[in-house]
């Protein structure tokens, strides 16, 4: 059974920073894209960044520069360093696995809130 | 990279079916044959229903189904059920492995 279990959410005062971490198990890791989505409170999916099998590495513009998204395939593990937090960034981060151009399996999300 | 854009409810009685529209641009659901729908009941997580358009993932039922004509796709759910009341999403493929998501439909079953 495929399982995303993201962890390091919590409170930050802006321009802070978080490390989110997703740990996989149930599937060969190292083949599969995996991604960052979030969902601030009473609010639609937004993709925030992938990275490929490969470790190709793609951002949502807003992101771009401050946040990074790694992989450590041995570890089974998807991490997303964010920096240079803003309150907007506030949001519920769902770690998901990639299908065909899809997203196939998603973790039950960590709440990640920047505010002072 | 802009929404795309849904309308912000429907709904249908038990045993009705109800289309939920996404529309695009040619950049993004025009452009590509990878469009995908995602089920969100009240604080879970997504699940994905339909993917390359008009694909069911295992377990997934047939009432759930897709199509595409030009920048619009379209999710259909027909009998409706109780448990179909939820947030749907749609989402498309925009190029160099990035993605945007529909503004989401709450499904009411009445």
């Known amino acids: 059974e495929v399982q995303l279990v993201e962890s390091g959410g919590g409170l930050v005062q802006p321009g802070g920073s978080l490390r989110l971490s997703c740990a996989a198990s149930g599937f060969t890791f190292s083949y599969y894209g995996m991604y960052w989505v979030r969902q601030a409170t009473g609010k639609g999916l937004e993709w925030v960044s992938g990275?490929?099998?490969?470790?190709?590495?793609y951002y949502q513009g807003s992101v771009k520069g401050r946040f990074t998204i790694s992989r450590e395939n041995a570890q089974n593990s998807l991490v997303l360093q964010m920096n240079s937090l803003r309150a907007e960034d506030t949001a519920v981060y769902y770690c998901a696995r990639g299908g065909i151009a899809a997203f196939d399996h998603w973790g039950q999300g960590a709440l990640v809130t920047v505010s002072s | 990279q802009s929404a795309l854009t849904q309308p912000p409810s429907a709904s249908g009685s038990p045993g009705q079916s109800v289309t939920i529209p996404c529309t695009g641009t040619?950049?993004?659901?025009?452009?590509?044959?990878?469009v995908s729908w995602y089920q969100q009941h009240p604080g879970k997580a997504p699940k994905l229903i339909i993917y390359?358009?008009?694909k069911r993932p295992s377990g997934v039922p047939d009432r759930f189904s897709g199509s595409k004509s030009g920048n619009t796709a379209s999710l259909t759910v027909s009998g409706l059920q109780g448990d179909d009341e939820a947030d749907y999403y749609c989402s498309s493929y925009v190029g160099i492995n990035n993605y945007v998501f529909g503004t989401g439909t709450t499904v009411t079953v009445l």
């Open positions: 390359e358009v008009s």
């Open positions: 040619s950049s993004d659901v025009g452009g590509y044959n990878y």
């Open positions: 990275i490929t099998n490969a470790g190709d590495t």
